[in-house]
């Protein structure tokens, strides 16, 4: 640490060289705008696709099949489902999607049934409506209930009508939910979309069971049950946890999106170079002004210390602004990458802005202290002979 | 640590006992000072004459803590500073040592103001401490009005007169100056040199310097002249003959 009454020679030396400060504080800022985009990418999988403790949900789809134009399944297995110990509420769905990832511009629409939507076990307990009602989705077959993040996106308010994958809709709500399948999501009455979109199946026929049990606990048992029920049937099933099926049905965006992750690293270490390379410099330009320093009483811990709190101050100014921008841009832009109907949404947090300040400080630190150290430890009277 | 706590009052305040120090350079070894002998009281003015490479630069980085010696004692108030630790030695100098470089040594991006304080900030004192005796330095050495302006902004003459403030703002024991007026002209020269003499004898300070300039050496109490990193003579200076012979008429 550096006590205040040092920070105006600190600032004064970065202010020194403008030209030069500035475009290391440039790069800084472009390198941890790419890093945390990627932070935000893996947060977004994360949040998508791994388990915690309070998961309920259980996502019943044909056995063998990931997309939901192949999965099909009889509406009517959802009563033998409601009958396993275990099952709080189950709910038949179908999954049309406006694209196969031609953009991240998705619409998913989920058809489901009135009675499934309402009621302490619905749907609707995961959902925060904050605009439009209940009712009115409840009293018009084509009205729509959309998240909240397709409505920011597209600009839909209640009242809109859109089109999309041949189906005409009216926005009856907004949902506000931290599920992140419904961000994109456009919920519609199931009977609407099997007469829409009768190449799926048709009446009677849905993509899959949202299944809802009592227990954490019971995930692993009550799916067992399920696949077992439907075992000797034409259409077979295969039941998983809700985050276990996005991450297996997303595999390969998981994967790439994984694979990100060196890319993150990449870009730490471009911001490493960087602020390296500025304190390097600055401080070969300051041999002779080091030794003054030296010469008026100042330690070499110091002196140290002021050249690291000038890489500090770097990272942490560039890493604000890389960080801010890409905030801004992932908060504005509502990004979502989508899979088969499945969505994992780019979410901007408070949390990843604290990890890169942190991160850019760190980062600072790290780069300045070799050339910190080797201007502490050099001797005085040598500086003065060499220059 | 006051050094005048730790010096008995007869002994000299800077002991240099068979102070040598040489230093490699490729395959060869140099030794710009050798087996050195010399004390200075308290409130001396002293200054080292000789040609380049004579050692004196060397003689006064030693007394001034920025060099060890490599053989030989080095005591200054009671203290051998050459088994001080490098930090020690460092706290040693802020608290004891005034330095005044031929080049000023300013730092450019600091105001007069703000490298008069640069050593007060190793100090524990409030701003307005620090305010007060930056403030009081700059009146002392003339320069107050100039205090918002940056060294390019300042004359040769005023930008050592800041140098001076900075070297005399903490209340040092010692002041040193390597050629204080060696890039200096003629008036801006002497009248550098008579601050530096005044200061010394109202603030009873211990002065020292390098030059080539028998003109500065003539303000000295003493004039010692060096050769190969060997004292060779010594004189009183002729202010100080002077001032000898008007006690004399005195008394």
């Known amino acids: 640490m550096i006590a205040p009454r040092y920070l105006p020679f600190i600032v004064k030396q970065l202010v020194r060289h403008r030209v030069r400060t500035a475009l290391t504080l440039a790069g800084v800022a472009v390198a941890m705008f790419l890093f945390i985009a990627v932070q935000t990418l893996q947060d977004g999988v994360r949040r998508a696709t791994q388990a915690t403790a309070g998961d309920t949900t259980l996502v019943v789809y044909r056995e063998n099949r990931f997309c939901p134009a192949a999965s099909r399944l009889p509406q009517f297995y959802v009563d033998r489902i409601r009958k396993i110990p275990g099952v709080v509420s189950a709910a038949p769905i179908k999954i049309v999607v406006n694209n196969c990832r031609a953009s991240l511009d998705v619409i998913t629409f989920r058809g489901v049934m009135p009675e499934d939507v309402s009621g302490p076990t619905g749907l609707a307990h995961k959902w925060t409506l904050i605009a439009g009602s209940l009712e009115e989705w409840n009293h018009r077959s084509d009205a729509a209930l959309i998240g909240e993040t397709l409505a920011a996106r597209r600009g839909f308010r209640v009242g809109n009508s859109f089109d999309s994958s041949g189906l005409t809709v009216t926005v009856a709500g907004v949902i506000r939910s931290s599920e992140p399948q419904d961000q994109n999501v456009a919920y519609v009455h199931l009977n609407f979309l099997q007469q829409a979109t009768l190449k799926g199946g048709g009446l009677g026929t849905v993509t899959q069971f949202s299944v809802r049990v009592s227990d954490p606990s019971l995930l692993g048992k009550v799916a067992a049950a399920i696949d077992e029920q439907f075992r000797a049937e034409a259409d077979p099933t295969t039941t998983r946890p809700e985050k276990a099926f996005v991450a297996q049905a997303g595999a390969d965006i998981v994967e790439i999106v994984k694979f990100t992750r060196v890319l993150g690293w990449g870009c730490l270490a471009a911001v490493l170079a960087l602020v390296a390379n500025a304190i390097v410099l600055s401080v070969q330009d300051r041999i002779k002004e080091h030794a003054v320093l030296q010469t008026l009483g100042y330690r070499s811990g110091l002196i140290a210390r002021l050249i690291i709190s000038e890489g500090v101050l770097v990272g942490v100014i560039g890493g604000a602004v890389g960080t801010s921008l890409a905030l801004a841009v992932v908060h504005f832009g509502n990004f979502s990458l989508s899979q088969e109907g499945l969505s994992i949404t780019l979410h901007a947090s408070w949390h990843v802005l604290g990890w890169g300040l942190l991160i850019s400080a760190g980062v600072g630190v790290v780069a300045g202290l070799v050339p910190a150290w080797r201007a502490g430890r050099r001797e005085i009277a040598s500086c003065f002979r060499a220059v | ?251």
Request: hydrophobic letters at 40%; one cysteine or more; a neutral charge.
């Open chain 2, 1 to 251: 640590m006051a050094l005048t706590s730790t010096t008995p009052s007869n002994a000299p305040l800077i002991q240099c006992v068979r102070l040598t120090k040489s230093y490699k350079k490729g395959d060869y070894t140099i030794t710009p000072l050798q087996e050195l002998d010399l004390e200075v009281a308290a409130g001396d003015f002293l200054a080292l004459m000789g040609p380049s490479g004579s050692g004196k630069t060397t003689l006064l980085n030693l007394i001034a803590g920025i060099d060890r010696p490599t053989g030989g004692r080095l005591v200054i108030g009671g203290i051998d500073i050459a088994t001080l630790s490098r930090s020690k030695l460092a706290d040693w100098r802020s608290r004891h040592v005034g330095y005044v470089f031929q080049l000023y040594n300013l730092v450019p991006v600091l105001t007069a103001y703000e490298n008069v304080e640069l050593p007060m900030l190793l100090h524990p004192l409030s701003s307005r401490e620090r305010h007060e005796k930056v403030q009081t330095a700059l009146e002392l050495v003339g320069v107050a009005d100039r205090h918002d302006h940056y060294p390019r902004q300042l004359s040769g003459g005023q930008e050592q007169r800041v140098a001076i403030a900075r070297a005399i703002v903490t209340d040092p024991t010692i002041l040193v100056g390597d050629e204080p007026t060696g890039d200096l002209d003629e008036d801006s020269a002497a009248s550098i040199m008579l601050l530096m003499k005044q200061l010394c004898e109202v603030l009873g300070k211990t002065l020292i310097i390098v030059t080539h300039d028998a003109k500065c050496a003539l303000h000295a109490h003493r004039t010692l002249y060096l050769e190969k990193g060997r004292l060779v003579d010594a004189k009183p200076s002729v202010s100080s003959r002077q001032g000898s012979a008007a006690q004399e008429v005195h008394t």
